[in-house]
Structures are given as C-alpha cells and as structure tokens.
C-alpha cells in the first residue's frame, strides 16, 4: 500500500450533499472550491453539491486561504503529539448555567503523530471516513460507507492537468458571461 496520501501535511476537505445522502471530499493537493463544486455537479451519479466552507488542515504555519469559502486550520506539532481526550455527555440530564447535569465521560486516546491520524483516527473529526486499507492516489469522495470513483477519479484528474489560476478564472468569467 502508498502511504504518501497518509504522510501529507495538508488537507483540502469540503462537505458534500445530496438529497438524501452526505458525505467529504478530502484531497491532498488544492483545488478551487468553485471547481470542486463544477467537477462534482459533472460527475457524480447523483444530483449534488459542495456545502459549506472548505476545510483546510495543515502544520504548515504560513498557510492561508485563498478564497472567502476556505478555512485553514493550524495543527501544530504539538497538537500531534498530545494524548487525544474525548468528552462525551450523555444519559439524562441538561445543560444548566452553561454545566451538563448527566453523565459525562472522558476517554483518553494515544497521541496521533501524523495529521492523517489527527484527522480520521480514532479521535479524529473525520474518524470513520478512512479505514485502514483506505489510501487515495490524492483524492477521494466518499458518501458515508462507499466511495465515487468517478469523481475522485476526475479531481484527480484535474489535479494532474495543473489548470492554472487564470485559467480556473476564464471559466468562471465565461460561465458567468453565458448565465450557467
């Protein structure tokens, strides 16, 4: 198995929905939210849509976005190394003043070690999203328990061609110009 995928430093996650399905698209290289949407919309097997802000994992300090609809998220190396805690509140009770009145538990997980880890490991906010076969050539789209190969093939595709930033823009301009 290629661990390059799990031994990135940066990734690009955006949510996606249909109708009646959710789900991610993580990549490990950085594509224009716009076109992620356009890229999706062309080859998904079912009416859907990118939702919300891309997210945009690094430890790379000197990362910034690019457009409004990005948001980097700093992971620091310490954050890596820390031992992971999960706080879970649960049973009957409420919230009170700002205090959960029931059942709170705290589980406590190995450091992560890797942003891989940090994100869909055990702790991770995309915990689930990977099992331990799961490493894309340097994207995936995966609604809840399967993948679309088609468009994780065609973001990886349009990875590959390297479009540049004035050509990503022409086509905004002349999908804009042409009212689609």
Sequence with gaps: MDNTFRSLKTFYIIDVASECLAGSIVMGQYIDPYMVDEILQDNAGIPCNTCGKMQIYT?????????EWEEV???????????????SCHGPGGWVNGVFTGKVTEKKYPPAESLFNYLFGECGDYEGLADKDWSPAIASCSWGSFCDDDVSEAL????????????????KRLKAKLGI
């Design 59 to 67: 430890t790379n300090p000197k990362l910034r976005a690019k457009t």
């Design 73 to 87: 998220n700093l992971i620091s190396d310490e954050d890596l190394l820390q031992e992971q805690v999960q706080i």
């Design 156 to 171: 990886s595709k349009f990875i590959e061609d390297q479009h540049s930033e004035d050509d990503i823009n022409e086509f």
